[in-house]
């Protein structure tokens, strides 16, 4: 048997808007973009798909189980701009079927940099996600499935059982990402690996015909998953959400394709869906992945280089993280707000200047003209915050006996 392990990101950025040198505003977010934006991939994905997840729960009696992570930031968009979609991920937890991950609330780099602000980040989300959704999360995923073997053991010292991350081949060697693997040194915490030759068949090679595999039918897709049999346990098919509609359109026979593979699944052979948890529930752990350096999901290289490969993200990430004292010590909540908000990944994605092959994905709805536009655009509205900063410091010195 293999189990097919489906999760999803789910994610928006507060986008800043354009903030000049001379702009003293403290509102430094785009809402009318963020509105848009939330608006369109609501109603090309997020409607559309969740409704398809629910069809396909209900009519496989509770067989089919997918997970999703849904960072903080998205929440509050939905809240904000598209409450229906809010509504209908209630309504697949209610379901019983589906389970939600845990990661830093602001879809943060904070551990890399702060793991003080990385533990407040994590709590705030899990709060969230018991506050809406009424779970606990059991799973961790840290942003853009950064890790490396601290994250494993961050993860564990805070009571997750699992990690969700990347299966990169140098690391994995002659094994395969369809077993469990443990975190060297941390006891008790399990390692669910992305498989990224069957995810990205469906997030990235789907629609594009000049993929010998195209067109990629259910049948053939569950042909390959039956194929793990004998040499592993899990599938797991980790992707952005917005692969269904919206990077991959529904032209391309995305969402018909979904409907029919779970019927495909459960033809051949004897393989099923779980979630992250059920996985580490049902399989053992066949030994450690030891991950000495960090690694991600992003781009070919599945290293960090998409957000600190070149001084301008360097240096936007220092001058941001230097601020965290003195940003919590004016407990002031819209200047920790607009700090946490500052720290969400995109922004330094924006400034990269690298481009591979899958370098069209650092264009999805990037608001800038270039990297330097995006630079220069950051750095003034860190300015900004500095000062809204020293205002409060000053304040509280004048009034002080």
């Known amino acids: 048997m293999a189990s097919v392990c489906f999760y999803f990101q789910v994610h928006q950025p507060f986008r800043l808007r354009r903030y000049s040198v001379f702009d003293t505003s403290p509102h430094y977010f785009d809402d009318h973009k963020n509105r848009e934006i939330a608006l369109k991939v609501a109603q090309k994905c997020y409607l559309p798909m969740n409704a398809v997840i629910e069809e396909l729960v209900a009519r496989h009696n509770g067989r089919f189980r997918v997970a999703y992570s849904i960072t903080g930031v998205a929440l509050q968009?939905?809240?904000?701009?598209?409450?229906?979609?809010?509504?209908?991920?209630?309504r697949l937890s209610a379901t019983g079927c589906v389970e939600f991950i845990s990661e830093t609330y602001y879809h943060s780099l904070s551990f890399l940099y702060s793991r003080r602000e990385f533990l407040e980040q994590v709590q705030l989300h899990r709060e969230k996600i018991q506050s809406l959704f009424g779970q606990t999360p059991q799973v961790f995923r840290n942003t853009e499935l950064i890790y490396n073997n601290e994250v494993g053991k961050a993860a564990a010292r805070i009571g997750y059982r699992a990690v969700i991350c990347e299966g990169v081949d140098n690391l994995l060697g002659y094994r395969s990402p369809t077993f469990l693997y443990g975190?060297?040194?941390?006891?008790?915490?399990?390692?669910?690996?992305?498989?990224?030759?069957?995810?990205d068949d469906i997030a990235f090679r789907f629609g594009n015909r000049g993929w010998p595999e195209w067109p990629l039918s259910s049948e053939k897709f569950a042909g390959w998953v039956n194929q793990i049999n004998g040499n592993g346990y899990v599938c797991n098919l980790f992707m952005d959400y917005e692969t269904f509609g919206e990077h991959q359109w529904a032209d391309t026979g995305i969402f018909d394709f979904v409907r029919h593979l779970p019927d495909s699944i459960f033809r051949?052979?004897?393989n099923d869906f779980k979630t992250p948890s059920e996985c580490i529930t049902a399989y053992p752990v066949s030994g450690e992945y030891d991950v000495p350096h960090m690694i991600s999901w992003a781009d070919t290289e599945r290293d960090l280089s998409a957000w600190l490969g070149n001084a301008m993200q360097a240096n936007a990430l220092h001058e941001l993280y230097?601020?965290?004292?003195?940003?919590?010590?004016?407990?002031?909540?819209?200047?920790?707000e607009d700090w946490r908000k500052l720290?969400?990944?995109?922004?330094?994605?924006?400034?990269?200047?690298?481009?591979?092959?899958?370098?069209?994905?650092?264009?999805?709805?990037?608001?800038?003209?270039?990297?330097?536009?995006?630079?220069?655009?950051y750095m003034n509205v860190?300015?900004?915050?500095?000062?809204?900063?020293?205002?409060?410091?000053?304040?509280?010195a004048a009034s002080a006996p």
Not at 183 to 199: F, I, Q, T
């Open 77 to 90: 968009q939905f809240e904000w701009y598209v409450p229906e979609v809010l509504e209908s991920f209630k």
């Open 343 to 377: 720290q969400t990944s995109d922004h330094f994605y924006y400034m990269c200047t690298k481009y591979f092959a899958d370098g069209d994905v650092h264009k999805y709805f990037n608001p800038y003209d270039s990297p330097y536009d995006s630079y220069i655009n």
């Open 322 to 336: 230097r601020l965290e004292d003195s940003v919590k010590a004016t407990g002031e909540p819209g200047i920790i």
């Open 382 to 396: 860190l300015d900004n915050l500095r000062a809204r900063i020293r205002a409060v410091a000053k304040s509280a």
């Open 268 to 270: 051949t052979g004897e």
């Open 183 to 199: 975190v060297p040194d941390a006891d008790g915490a399990a390692l669910l690996l992305k498989h990224y030759r069957l995810s």
